[in-house]
């Protein structure tokens, strides 16, 4: 049994650390980059390769922005300053974004508190948070952290710094996905939706 | 509702390319892309820069090879050259050497003849694949072009081709894939699989 030449091992490697590629679908795309036109292959490398040199952080809430410069969001002045979003990671950020329905501000902490993978709340932009919290101009932040164990736990953890601050804390429902199917929808959602459930005779 | 950077938008255009990769899975690889280290990414855009200058088409078979030279499987002397497996891209030529059992040759005929898609004989290293079988050393063709329209095609203008010509043509066999259920398997294949049923009585 033959390996894989060694560029394309080592293309096989590396792309199946991306998240959601195992070593088969890796492969398949390895495949694909040899034998497409070689001046596609070149142009992904390149725009991969650029990435790190224009993007990072933005300076107010941590969402992707050109390097040393604030983001898109944060420079738009029809976006309401007093409501800030608060989320793990910028790909959550986009989501909210594809919505279309969210005018306020973002903040993106970075991850999530887990003791199991040793992030405390020091290793999280939770300072800067606090202080855009604080700034006079914000009046409610919403903990859209995601709806699991690490992801409520920091919104606790948030809820509890800010309490008696007099800036609104709140959290997007949890409940049955729109459209899904009651028989599919797992024990823990379904049972927070009956938690949660609204009344309709009001 | 705010677009995502222009590099950003790009590597995600660019991904959305590859095989098995919708925008969603593009857009969340590109955001790790850009959270990770920035030295990971450039090992990544490096690696894939590297494949088009490094490999090419296998002079003898159209595997993948060092640019300009056979592949190492056409280079090994411990392999049966009398036989020769012909399929339609290098990966299913790895798929088949993953199981271990095939120790012949192999043709890369780079797709398979589909009028749909304008592919005719002429684009596929068919000419090739000619000459070789009939350079009197080989004794068996194994015709594994995809069990599709096209590569049933594929394998009956091959088949069609060299009648006559002395070697073997055989096709792998088509059925129920091990370890599968019944119940999940499609009519086609599981009429082919009666159709082709062993006897166990001999």
Chains 1, 2 share one sequence.
Do not use: W
């Not at 009046?139 to 699991?148: F, G, M, Q, S």
């Not at 008696?164 to 939706?193: F, N, Q, W």
């Amino acid at each position: 049994m033959s390996e894989l030449p060694e560029p394309v091992e080592r293309v096989v490697a590396l792309l199946s650390r991306l998240p959601g590629i195992g070593r088969r679908s890796a492969q398949r795309i390895a495949f694909h980059l040899v034998r497409q036109a070689p001046q596609d292959t070149r142009l992904l490398a390149e725009a991969i390769a650029r990435l790190p040199d224009v993007l990072g952080p933005c300076l107010i809430c941590g969402n992707l922005a050109p390097i040393g410069k604030p983001c898109s969001i944060c420079e738009d002045p029809r976006r309401d300053r007093g409501l800030i979003c608060v989320v793990e990671q910028a790909d959550n950020l986009a989501a909210i974004e594809r919505t279309g329905v969210y005018r306020g501000l973002y903040h993106v902490l970075g991850g999530a508190i887990s003791p199991l993978k040793a992030i405390g709340p020091d290793q999280l932009r939770i300072e800067p948070l606090i202080s855009r919290a604080k700034n006079g101009e914000t009046r409610e932040l919403i903990l859209a952290t995601n709806p699991t164990v690490e992801g409520e736990a920091t919104a606790l953890y948030l809820a509890r710094l800010l309490a008696g601050s007099g800036i609104a804390i709140s959290r997007p429902a949890t409940g049955l996905p729109v459209g899904g199917e009651l028989d599919y929808v797992d024990g823990l959602t379904l049972s927070r939706a009956l938690e949660g459930r609204r009344s309709l005779s009001d």
